[in-house]
């Protein structure tokens, strides 16, 4: 038993009983899935607190409740191609690379997308794509996509990524009219239009971008 594995059970265990996250596919990857290695040295016990914690230029690493929240809203298929908008550290890519087929990830900043990719590489991810980009444009080469998850908050639902987007496809997002607080959302795409659900307040980075935050 590492040094790690009583504090990840922990976690979990608040995730279940606390948090009612109800997908058991999505607790049984976070048991498993070593949360302290995507954080610096310093931090690392405190990987599985239940806050955000600080990684390099001045962007986070989510909430474990966070990360369990919008991974369930998605409703993975093992056969899913899921875009994610904000790789970060890389910790909710590997999530998403342990549920579903296909993975393509975007990192706006150059050394998280650099960071991210060795993380990802060293646990032998082989169904991830990562690349550094503008990520409210979306990857429009691999759409359609059965999910997408944007793990920061902007002030209105990127059109591109609704258009990215399969029929019956979902998009969990953090909406806000600041850059402090948002709501979480999942936009359901569907043959007639669009229907959002809200899911409560949520604070995440602002998203950055042509369809985001200037």
């Known amino acids: 038993m590492n040094e790690y594995q009583i504090p990840r059970e922990r976690m979990v265990q608040r995730l279940r009983e606390h948090y009612q996250i109800r997908d058991e596919r999505v607790l049984d990857v976070m048991a498993k899935l070593p949360r302290h290695l995507f954080v610096a040295?310093?931090?690392?016990?405190?990987?599985y607190k239940d806050n955000a914690l600080p990684i390099s230029s001045n962007q986070t690493i989510s909430q474990p409740f966070i990360?369990?929240?919008?991974?369930e809203l998605l409703e993975l298929t093992p056969q899913?191609?899921?875009?994610?908008?904000?790789?970060?550290s890389g910790y909710q890519t590997a999530i998403l690379g342990s549920l579903a087929g296909q993975v393509f990830a975007i990192e706006r900043i150059p050394v998280l997308a650099?960071?991210?990719?060795?993380r990802i590489q060293k646990l032998n991810f082989h169904n991830v794509t990562l690349r550094c980009a503008d990520g409210t444009n979306g990857w429009e080469v691999y759409a359609p996509f059965d999910g997408i998850l944007v793990a920061a908050g902007g002030p209105s639902i990127p059109e591109p990524l609704v258009r990215q987007l399969k029929i019956g496809g979902r998009l969990v997002i953090p909406i806000g009219n600041d850059q402090k607080t948002q709501k979480l959302i999942r936009v359901m795409r569907t043959a007639k239009g669009i229907q959002t659900e809200d899911f409560g307040?949520?604070?995440?980075v602002p998203l950055i971008g042509?369809?985001?935050?200037?």
């Open 41 to 47: 040295e310093a931090l690392k016990v405190q990987a």
């Open 201 to 204: 307040a949520c604070a995440f």
């Open 80 to 88: 899913a191609r899921i875009l994610e908008i904000g790789a970060g």
């Open 67 to 71: 990360v369990a929240r919008m991974t």
């Open 210 to 214: 042509e369809h985001g935050w200037k």
């Open 114 to 118: 650099k960071e991210a990719q060795e």
